[in-house]
């Protein structure tokens, strides 16, 4: 840790911009709303079950010379999102900035959006939500939103973004602020000494047991510092390690047993019906202790994750629980937010967490 002359630190003190906000007005240090356009599909519910052609299969509707009506597909409606942020800020708030990683990671809520019923009426968890664009963007279809950080003025922040772009907000759908540190424990604990000051942002008891059925986990731009990483997952594994479950079976090969015979059995993974989608960057720095550039950060996040393929040789593996992660092919998700550059160095993974079980003998 660098200290300034005055025994500050220097992450404290220095200044950083996100290239996000290359545009905004030069010399700026308070809190600018920045507007984000992008499409959202037309307000009939019932058209992506219908498919592309909008008619419902076997139906089919003549006009009054006996000429099939060919259906037209509704126009998509152009949105524009309002998003409060500063333009540059110390390291330990850049949360309040708005970072590629986010605005892919909303390219990616609204693709599902376009072109599935995926997140339709869905509880949803967001970690690390910064200026709180992803879950304003994902209220749009689903039940609930949990939208969550740490920090009174970045909560704040969040919660104005809320009600700057409520409008968006599917009919009666749920949007909460809620305070999420990830250096405590899950659930959290009821402080009621505090509860009158603390209470805009803190969790119901009611509350925390709807999110526990969150089907849906997000994050962008969260992997930035090892210790934060470990805590961040440490925190993932509380939140996924709860509520229903899918099982699933592969081959453990043979097993031998007391009487070195030899039989065949198999391992019993238990996925978290809960999925995570996580966006990165991978930011490069000159290593000393490697002489190169490196991505330090990126390969810390891989070193938390298998790859799928590795499910099917597990007989020797005995450090379960897991996560099981698979980047996602961004070629395939169009960019609806139209104001950035995508770049090349941001990733999407789809995270699920796994336990192993044996069979009884």
């Known amino acids: 840790m660098v200290e300034t002359s005055n025994g500050g630190n220097l992450e404290e003190h220095e200044q950083i911009m996100s290239e996000i906000h290359l545009g ?34 076997g139906e089919i509707e003549l006009d009054e010379d006996g ?13 524009c999102l309002s998003i409060q942020h500063n333009i540059t800020s110390s390291i330990p708030n850049v949360v309040l900035q708005v970072w590629r990683a986010e605005l892919v990671l909303s390219d990616f809520v609204l693709h599902k959006i376009h072109t599935s019923s995926e ?6 968890l967001e970690l690390g939500s910064g200026t709180g664009m992803v879950g304003v963007i994902l209220a749009h279809v689903a039940k609930t939103v949990f939208i969550t950080d740490h920090g009174d003025e970045i909560l704040d922040n969040c919660a104005k973004n809320v009600h700057h772009n409520s409008e968006m907000f599917k009919y009666r759908a749920s949007v909460y602020v809620r305070e999420l540190n990830w250096k405590n424990s899950w659930p959290p604990t009821m402080d009621l000494e505090n509860w009158e000051t603390e209470k805009r942002f803190s969790w119901t008891s009611s ?16 992997i930035y510092s090892d210790d934060l990483t470990e805590s961040f997952f440490k925190t993932l594994e509380r939140l996924m390690s709860q509520g229903s479950e899918n099982t699933f079976w592969v081959p ?35 290593s000393l202790d490697d002489l190169d550039i490196v991505a330090n950060g990126y390969s810390r996040f891989q070193s938390y994750l298998k790859d799928a393929d590795e499910c099917e040789s597990l007989e020797h593996d005995d450090s379960m629980p897991f996560f099981v992660g698979k980047p996602i092919d961004l070629t395939q998700i169009p960019q609806y937010v139209r104001e950035y550059n995508r770049g090349n160095d941001i990733e999407i993974w789809q995270i699920k967490y796994v336990r192993r079980k044996y069979p009884s003998q």
Not at 255 to 279: F, G, H, K, P, V
Request: glycine share 6%; hydrophobic share 40%.
């Open 24 to 57: 905004c007005p030069p010399g700026f240090s308070g809190p600018h709303i920045s507007k984000f356009t992008f499409c959202l599909p037309p307000l009939d519910a019932d058209w992506r079950s219908h498919g592309e052609t909008g008619s419902v299969q």
């Open 67 to 79: 000429d099939i009506v060919v259906p037209r597909r509704p126009l998509n409606r152009s949105c």
């Open 119 to 124: 997140f339709e009426g869905i509880i949803s």
């Open 207 to 222: 509350e925390v047991e709807e999110v526990q059925g969150a089907s849906l986990l997000l994050a962008a731009d969260v």
């Open 252 to 286: 453990n090969g043979a097993i031998a047993d007391m009487n070195a015979e030899y039989r065949w059995s198999c391992i019993s993974l238990s996925s978290s019906s809960r999925m995570l989608y996580l966006a990165l960057e991978k930011r490069y720095n000159f």
